[in-house]
């Protein structure tokens, strides 16, 4: 034993004698470093001898040595201060969670309070606890006894009578729709007539500048579907295209600025608050209800859309779109009915009526979403990549612009504006071709929207052809992207290639322009 403590004692002191050499070298490396004394004792030594530019020299090098000695000492100062912010901010964070599980005890706490108060009124109807009690917590209670007591709520054919108003902007809509007067719409106007004046507006009235095609893209794109999505680079007349189309047809657009944080529909239709009995009602659900009083063009303006997941927060009303009869074009706003609720609204559920548009605003930087195909493929992308150029124009007073009459003016060039059958015959042939090389399809979704697209664009001013290139380009070569391109090159070339011995020269210029983009970037 006794010669095992002596090997460890030896073991042991030989080690931090190794540890002890390392901190002396150090200190010894330091002061050596900065052994000012010396330093000059050796300059001296030199110095005796020295000529003009021996003298330039050596004090061109002691600038430069003391500048590096300076820099280092700055660096250890900064990174010093970097990682005392950066334990502050992590005992901040520490301190933050704490405070957040505290809330969420205290929501916890008063939410268990809430439901014995529930209970206990209840109890004091005459009612059993349990499935009765939450068939009134949603808000089936009306207050009205003096001292805040609830007073008991009547519910006859499955509707709560009671004096309690809790939706206060869409009873002002049905106050308002009361004593409304329908102006006098302009019914002898055609689309192309739409177009010019809208733009001659926009020009003589806003000082915006649109090219004619970016018109009849957005009219054609309502023609289509009820979402369009405008795209592009910042200043280039997003937001203001729908702005000032509402003040066109004098009937302004409702602005809705999309936030980071929305994640569900609350945050566009509203919600019921359990706590004040009244439902939080938002502009686009009093826009949608005050649509189903008029015969107006409509707009709602989703101001960068993609700053959220749009999958998220208009999921919704993305499906009921899709629906093939506008009839069940509904939204569940309560799962109940008071005796108080707005005129329109039809068993907790408000009706979507057609003469509504949601225009989309969407920028492609580091701080937005992407937008899924889902999305993509039930509305209609508008590329504005050019900022306008000015032009002269007379000027151009607003007009009124009845829904009834626009939709008529869309079905008479669904008829007469048709695309033709040798184009038909070609897509079907591309769609093949693509189907063949590249494993992506059409779809007959898109094939419908190109089928009501086109035609109106024809009527608007445009050509057969380049509206069927615009579909191409937005609605069916971008499904492009979410392949590998990089092994695809050759059959992007010979795509290009295809597509000008099918449709002819210098023609679907924007569809070439398109894939010979993506043979650049990937």
Not at 97 to 102: D, K, R
């Amino acid at each position: 034993m006794n010669e095992f403590l002596k090997w460890f004692f030896e073991f042991i002191s030989e080690m931090l004698k190794g540890y002890s050499e390392i901190v002396r070298g150090i200190g010894h490396g330091i002061k050596q470093i900065f052994n000012i004394k010396n330093y000059i004792e050796i300059f001296k030594q030199h110095s005796t001898n020295y000529g003009a530019l021996s003298w330039v020299l050596s004090i061109i090098a002691i600038i430069i040595v003391i500048a590096v000695y300076v820099l280092l000492i700055l660096m250890i100062i900064l990174g010093i201060r970097k990682y005392v912010r950066f334990r502050h901010s992590i005992v901040s964070n520490e301190d933050l969670l704490e405070e957040i599980s505290e809330l969420q005890r205290k929501v916890l706490k008063m939410t268990k309070e809430k439901d014995e108060i529930m209970a206990m009124k209840v109890s004091q109807m005459g009612l059993p606890a349990g499935s009765s009690a939450l068939s009134l917590a949603d808000g089936s209670m009306a207050a009205g006894g003096e001292g805040g007591e609830a007073a008991p709520a009547v519910v006859e054919s499955g509707v709560v009578q009671t004096t309690e108003q809790r939706f206060s902007k869409l009873i002002e809509v049905d106050a308002f729709y009361k004593e409304y007067t329908p102006p006098e719409y302009d019914n002898d106007i055609d689309l192309a007539g739409i177009c010019d004046n809208f733009r001659n507006f926009a020009c003589s009235r806003m000082h915006l500048y649109y090219e004619p095609k970016v018109i009849w893209l957005f009219l054609a794109g309502m023609a289509s579907t009820k979402l369009i999505i405008l795209q592009g680079i910042s200043g280039t007349g997003k937001t203001s295209l729908p702005y000032s189309f509402g003040k066109f047809l004098q009937v302004d657009t409702t602005i809705a600025s999309v936030q980071p944080s929305w994640r569900d529909r609350t945050e566009l239709f509203g919600y019921f608050n359990e706590f004040t009995k009244n439902f939080n009602e938002t502009e686009v659900l009093k826009r949608i209800y005050s649509s189903g009083y008029n015969n107006d063009v409509n707009l709602i303006l989703l101001d960068e859309m993609n700053i959220a997941r749009v999958e998220y927060y208009f999921a919704e009303m993305l499906s009921i779109l899709e629906m093939p009869n506008a009839d069940e074009w509904e939204l569940d706003i309560v799962p109940n009915v008071w005796s108080t609720d707005p005129v329109n609204l039809d068993k907790g559920k408000i009706r979507i009526p057609q003469n509504i548009w949601y225009i989309g605003t969407a920028n492609n930087d580091d701080s937005t979403f992407a937008i899924s195909d889902k999305v993509y493929d039930r509305a209609q992308p508008i590329n504005l990549d050019s900022k306008g150029v000015a032009f002269d124009a007379p000027d151009t007073p607003p007009m009124n612009l009845g829904f009834d009459h626009l939709d008529k003016l869309f079905r008479e060039a669904f008829d007469k504006y048709p695309i033709s059958q040798e184009n038909l015959k070609k897509i079907q042939q591309l769609d093949l071709w693509v189907i063949e090389k590249l494993r992506v399809a059409f779809g007959n979704r898109i094939l419908k929207q190109m089928n009501l697209f086109v035609p109106v664009y024809v009527a608007c001013g445009g050509d057969e052809l380049d509206g069927i290139d615009y579909i191409l380009a937005t609605k069916i070569f971008r499904k492009f992207e979410s392949l590998n391109l990089a092994m695809l090159r050759e059959e992007l070339r010979e795509l290009c290639v295809y597509m000008t011995k099918t449709f002819g020269k210098n023609k679907m210029n924007e569809s070439i322009a398109y894939l010979e983009r993506l043979q650049k970037l990937f």
